[in-house]
């Protein structure tokens, strides 16, 4: 199979897989209490699902350049199937618990599972320099409506099903079985992918001991991933469901408008994505990342003092209009300065990096949204880290240049 079908076939996994994420995320809770569970189980539930999700992504795409990138892809793709079908078919909270932490579950409609640390690498390996960043402003544009659709098709098929006489707990089932089927297709979609992915095997041969999948990149993906791990904490302090309940604070609106706020902003984020490829032609890569970012977290600390609820829409949707520019930018960085056979690696660490500085920062957010005087915080918190984070990145990574831009 040609490079080109293969890259196809990568960025049709990614719009099948994000599709089934959204879907599910609209109706896993509602499920799970529909079938008993109690909201501490569902929230415990929720948590050992990321954190076995950490655990299993590290696992596997540190390894996924040795044993193989297709064998890993399809391995995820049946831990995705396997978790579905349990959660389709028992109530019983210590089998869900165990599925969800072996399996492959979103319950945020994100990314969950070695598959966007394998594909991303996959893609590099596929790719031209010249066409890198172009091609993954594309995967995270598709990703981001793929996600967008299935939370309206979830939603809405559980709604249409109960409308027409089906019981609660099986409407939601029924979009259960299609995450799961989702996971059998992705399974199929990747045996068909050619060795063309894979690593050659002349560049595996080596002395060294490798760590969590590192050798010759190791320096640098600790450095990248310490930095990641700050944005990310950064912006735990504003994750959407927090902002959200900002919002009703602040201006009394009920969740109606605060939807059509974030469907605005989700998409002008991720147009913002594509925008990044003409300016990284120009500027470079690490350039783009700084200098798209600190307007984008300048106009975030504005949101709040803004005086009224247009204004404050306004700020938000110019913030969203940029801030998803150094997102293709950081991918596509961080897959040209590694050593090819440590791109999964890399990419998996430095995305488990991300996962733990963001689950440190939302208990914080809490604490200032219970008191008054103090709602607004976690945006200057947010704001200042990320400027931080900016500074940090250019002073330790200007000089570094990916192979196109040397």
């Given amino acids: 199979m040609a490079p080109r079908s293969d890259i ?33 189980q569902i929230g415990l539930l929720f ?32 831990l995705m199937l396997g978790a579905g079908v349990v959660f389709i078919i028992t109530r019983n909270f210590v089998i869900l618990m165990s599925a969800a932490i072996l399996g492959v579950i979103s319950p945020s409609g994100k990314e969950i599972g070695p598959f966007l640390s394998i594909e991303q690498a996959s893609l590099a390996h596929l790719l031209s320099n010249r066409s890198r960043t172009k091609a993954f402003a594309w995967y995270n544009l598709a ?16 709604q249409t099903l109960q409308a027409c006489g089906m019981p609660t707990l099986e409407a939601y089932r029924f979009v259960l079985m299609g995450y799961a089927i989702g996971g059998l297709i992705l399974g199929i979609l990747f045996l068909a992918l050619s060795p063309g992915i894979e690593v050659a095997a002349a560049s595996k041969t080596e002395s060294a001991p490798r760590v969590l999948g590192l050798l010759h990149s190791r320096k640098i993906v600790i450095k990248l991933s310490a930095l990641f791990a700050l944005d990310a904490c950064a912006g735990g302090f504003i994750i959407q469901s927090m902002m959200a309940y900002w919002f009703y604070l602040k201006f ?24 990044a490829v003409r ?19 300048i106009l975030l600390i504005l949101v709040p003092l803004m005086p009224t609820l247009p204004l ?27 050593a090819p056979d440590e791109r999964s690696a890399a ?60």
């Fill in 312 to 338: 404050t829409i306004t700020v938000l949707l110019l913030r969203s209009s940029i801030s998803q520019m150094d997102v293709p930018a950081r991918q596509s960085y961080t897959m040209a300065v590694v």
């Fill in 143 to 158: 990703g981001s409506f793929a996600a967008a659709l299935g939370t309206l098709c979830g939603g809405g098929l559980a």
């Fill in 47 to 78: 948590t050992l699902t990321l954190a076995g999700d950490a655990v299993i992504t590290l696992l596997l795409t540190t390894s996924a350049d040795r044993v193989g990138r297709k064998r890993t892809l399809i391995a995820g793709a049946f």
């Fill in 279 to 297: 300016i990284a032609n120009k500027i470079g890569l690490i350039r783009t990342m700084v200098f798209t970012h600190i307007p984008s977290s």
């Fill in 8 to 40: 196809a076939l990568l960025f049709a996994t990614r719009i099948i897989r994000l599709f089934c994420y959204g879907s599910l995320s609209v109706v896993l809770a509602l499920y799970l209490a529909e079938a008993g569970l109690r909201e501490e």
């Fill in 252 to 275: 009394g609106i009920n969740a109606g408008i605060i939807g059509l706020i974030f469907f605005g902003s989700d998409v002008l984020a991720g147009v913002s994505a594509l925008l």
């Fill in 347 to 406: 990419s998996g660490v430095t995305s488990i990096a991300r996962s733990a500085g963001a689950a440190i920062s939302p208990s914080l957010t809490g604490v200032f949204l219970s008191i008054p005087t103090l709602i607004s915080v976690p945006f200057f918190v947010c704001g200042g880290l990320k400027i931080l984070y900016d500074l940090a990145l250019w002073r330790e990574f200007r000089a570094v240049k990916p192979p196109e831009e040397q």
